[in-house]
């Protein structure tokens, strides 16, 4: 489909959301939907389970936030029952401002456009449908036309809730206009749009001096007094305030607690009471969800000075952190690689998460129960052996854990400086590591103390990375000796069978009965740690996955048990290690050892995402790792 096709199926698209009707009309809507007359939380928590909700673990997971907001199931679970969710059954948080606190380029502002596109998007679905009296500049609830001596008896017949009155454009129109004739007043479906200023607002501070508190409630038209004679005429004001345009949907504040008091003093009247004041009108109904963001640091200013606490009374604080998991951090790189401008560029495997292990570290807390190794391997679902805590008691010890520490945006600057430096189209985990030790010599707000903890941090992500480069490349010279590795695998289950069956085994060369060889099963054994007290234990689960196999007609191959296959693989790499050494290290490879470099160098390409500048670049790392 061309682009211009679908600009026009856009266009047409938008065209038929288009409704315009009576007050009469739109009553019936509400009776047949009474969603429609949802208050702002409301719509906002619908808008969010709409896009499906699944437990995993005990904890629910909103697919709302899927592909966005990485690490942050329980920030966000708590936000969404505890915000959200109680708003919108209209208990006593929906009069509170939401306020996100957390650390530099922790998802907070993501959180919040996240929030506002989505709700531009569900306007426009059915389920989502806004409607607003025709030509109200806050394009208000229509219900607010039913005068309160009738709302009582329209509630239950309609099964809403109507707060609110009429603003003072509409109650003027529908006096001169529509003669009080509430029935004709004209009704039209909103859709909600941050460029259009429609449902979805977005202030931010400015010079205290020169910012204007008609920013946020809208100012007198000074053309036209003249016209109407008087500044309490609703003709003679312009009501396109910030808390206008935002009524029935978003209100963003940015770096709401820079934001001077005359300014925040309106957000407690509109939060509490549902209103506000403009000019010489009466107070002005609106209903928005008012959020805001901060770091932790501005945070605790706000709250330490007295005068405050009128405002902090009215808010509810949601602590967004750090990710404290390494696979989540590589989502988020891999997120921020794809929108810049370095999606052309190979990032080699394990680059990325190399540096998410290094963040990471940087983010935990010292724990009584564990080092921070082991700690960031069980936060990220790994299993360490011979340790069984307990996660949630690792949690519980620091509740606010992942409140300071190295932020996303620092390592994708760290990687571009490297690229910028290199010019390469690969970049692997030493470029990036290297990059993130240089950088911190520039970062002004590092001490010498935290520079040391970053500098062991970088070296702990490193011996990572080294061990699981050389259980790559293991596997790749265990891959080229594929039939070595079946003909080990084959004899090891020949012993085995022999061993749990009390049997002998009949030796190749002499023919004679030989008991099984307990030397080579021990030496694959120890491999992947199988004690001498745990073998036979060990021998017979081999045995019995044998054994069902057979009855079901399937073939036990090298790669059916996986503690198995990583113990033929280590054995067969430790038998062939002075043979990785000579082909690895070789300066001028014979026709033998050429071969075997370039059967595992293909298969790091084609099996395990290496390209062939990151291939040979690993081939030589690992080679010297070896020859240390």
């Keep these: 489909m061309s682009l211009a096709l679908r600009l026009r199926e856009f266009k047409e698209h938008e065209r038929e959301l288009q409704w315009e009707g009576t ?25 969010i389970v709409s896009a499906g909700v699944e437990e995993v673990d005990g904890h629910k997971i909103y697919h709302f936030f899927e592909n966005e907001l990485f690490g942050l199931q329980i920030p966000l679970e708590r936000l969404v029952e505890e915000y959200f969710h109680s708003a919108a059954r209209r208990l006593d948080v929906r009069k509170r401002i939401l306020l996100l606190m957390g650390p530099v380029s922790g998802g907070k502002s993501s959180l919040v456009t996240l929030l506002k596109r989505g709700l531009e998007a569900y306007s426009r679905t059915d389920r989502g449908a806004v409607y607003g009296i025709k030509g109200c500049p806050m394009h208000e609830e229509p219900l607010h036309l039913i005068p309160h001596k009738l709302r009582a008896e329209m509630e239950k017949e ?71 004679g008087s500044e309490s005429d609703p003709r003679a004001f312009r009501f396109d305030g910030e808390l206008n345009k935002a009524n029935r949907g978003i209100l963003e504040m940015q770096e709401m607690l820079k934001i001077d008091s005359k300014f925040l003093y309106h957000l407690l009247s509109l939060t509490q009471e549902g209103n506000f004041k403009a000019g010489r009108f009466a107070l002005i109904s609106a209903d928005e969800l008012v959020i805001a963001h901060t770091n932790e640091t501005e945070y605790q200013t706000f709250i330490s000075n007295k005068k405050n606490e009128a405002l902090h009374s009215r808010m509810v604080v949601m602590p967004i952190p750090y990710t404290l998991r ?8 891999e997120k921020l690689v794809a929108q810049s401008d370095l999606r052309h560029v190979h990032v080699a495997p394990h680059g990325l998460r190399t540096a998410a292990i290094f963040s990471v570290l940087s983010r935990l807390k010292e724990s009584t129960k564990a080092d921070l190794l082991k700690k960031l ?34 390592v994708i600057n760290r990687i571009s400086s490297a690229l ?77 069978e022999a061993y749990c069956n009390k049997q002998k085994l009949k030796d190749p060369i002499t023919d004679e009965e030989v008991d099984p060889d307990e030397t080579l099963m021990r030496s694959i054994e120890e491999q992947i740690g199988v004690s001498d007290n745990a073998k036979t234990q060990f021998r017979e689960e081999i045995l019995i996955r044998m054994s069902s196999y057979a009855r079901r007609g399937k073939v036990f191959s090298y790669d059916s048990h996986e503690r198995l296959k990583e113990a033929i693989e280590r054995k067969l790499f430790n038998d062939l290690k002075d043979v990785v050494k000579i082909t690895t290290n070789a300066k001028t490879p014979d026709p033998d050892q050429l071969k075997r470099i370039n059967q595992v160098h293909e298969t790091l390409v084609e099996k395990h995402g290496y390209c062939h500048i990151c291939a040979n670049e690993v081939l030589k790392y690992v080679g010297s790792l070896l020859n240390r």
Excluded: W
Aim: with cysteine; net charge negative; glycine share 6%.
């Design 377 to 410: 391997k069980l936060y990220d679902g790994q299993s360490v052996e011979g340790n069984d805590i307990d996660v949630k008691e690792l949690q519980s010890e620091h509740p606010l854990e992942g409140m300071s520490g190295i932020d996303p945006r620092y």
């Design 326 to 333: 390494v696979s989540d951090e590589v989502r988020i790189y």
């Design 420 to 496: 910028v430096r290199n010019e390469s189209t690969c970049i692997n985990a030493l470029d990036i590591l290297r990059s993130l030790k240089d950088g911190l010599d520039q970062h002004a707000s590092i001490s010498p103390a935290d520079k040391e903890k970053l500098l062991n941090y970088i070296g702990a992500a490193r011996q990572e990375y080294d061990e699981v480069v050389k259980k790559e490349v293991q596997k790749a010279f265990v891959y080229s000796y594929e039939e070595s590795a079946q003909s080990l695998f084959n004899n090891y289950l020949d012993n085995v």
């Design 158 to 228: 309609l099964h809403v809730h109507i707060e609110g009155d009429l603003c003072p454009v509409c109650q003027l129109r529908l006096d001169e206009e529509f003669n009080g004739d509430i029935l004709k007043m004209p009704v039209e479906r909103v859709l909600f749009s941050e460029g259009r200023r429609v449902g979805i607002g977005t202030f931010s501070p400015s010079d205290p001096k020169s910012q204007d508190i008609s920013e946020l409630t809208g100012s007198i038209d000074f053309s036209t007094i003249a016209e109407y």
């Design 23 to 47: 007050f009469e009309q739109y009553l019936g809507i509400v009776e047949q939907n009474p969603a429609v007359a949802n208050t702002a939380h409301a719509r906002v928590y619908d808008m």
